[in-house]
């Protein structure tokens, strides 16, 4: 659900972009169709599906080709970006590229970084329990799938896999896409985490 005057406030937006309005839609939706379109077996398995964005990270439950839980997490790559600053007293452009390079950094840095993190697993985990607390038959999640542009940091999947004690994978919202000529495929790559919200709104169903 969301609030009518936030989502008047979108729609005033875009109109004044000169674009028209055909439908809203919720980022979880969009991720989670973007997301069966891409993996054709997805009605057969029980994933967790984590995008990890700037202002926050959602997280979705689909149960064989059902969403069964969804939950926005107020922890993204800006409040570590922020954490990272306050702790070593840097500039928002070197906490990033501490994230950015974090396979060459200190051990120290990269504990700092885990500890900075820290608080998001925690909603992660309490989400889940949350989920399997109110739903005593569910199946078990088999795999976490990750997108958003904070799942590029390197010690992350490693990191989930530890905390969720889930195997973790990227997923590629392009792979039954028909890519046009025009498009640079090495470039498309690096945007992939990124789009698999926007995707999932293209193929909406009108």
Excluded at 5 to 18: S, W
Aim: negative net charge.
């Amino acid at each position: 659900a969301a609030r009518k005057t936030e989502v008047d406030k979108l729609v005033q937006t875009a109109q004044q972009a000169g674009l028209k309005v055909n439908a809203i839609d919720i980022d979880a939706f969009a991720c989670v169709n973007a997301f069966e379109y891409s993996t054709p077996n997805a009605k057969t398995q029980t994933v967790a599906l984590i995008d990890f964005g700037a202002v926050d990270t959602t997280l979705a439950i689909l149960d064989k080709g059902k969403l069964a839980f969804s939950r926005d997490v107020a922890f993204g790559g800006n409040d570590l970006t922020e954490m990272i600053q306050r702790k070593l007293n840097i500039s928002a452009e070197e906490a990033f590229k501490i994230q950015e390079h974090i396979s060459s950094e200190s051990a120290e840095r990269v504990g700092l970084v885990q500890e900075a993190s820290g608080r998001l697993f925690q909603e992660l985990r309490a989400s889940l329990n949350y989920y399997y607390n109110q739903h005593q038959n569910a199946s078990p999640i088999e795999t976490v799938y990750i997108s958003g542009g904070f799942s590029q940091l390197a010690i992350l999947p490693e990191a989930i896999e530890k905390q969720l004690e889930k195997p973790v994978k990227n997923w590629d919202p392009t792979s039954r896409l028909e890519v046009g000529e025009a498009v640079n495929r090495e470039s498309l790559k690096e945007l992939l985490p990124y789009l698999p919200v926007s995707i999932g709104l293209a193929i909406r169903p009108k």
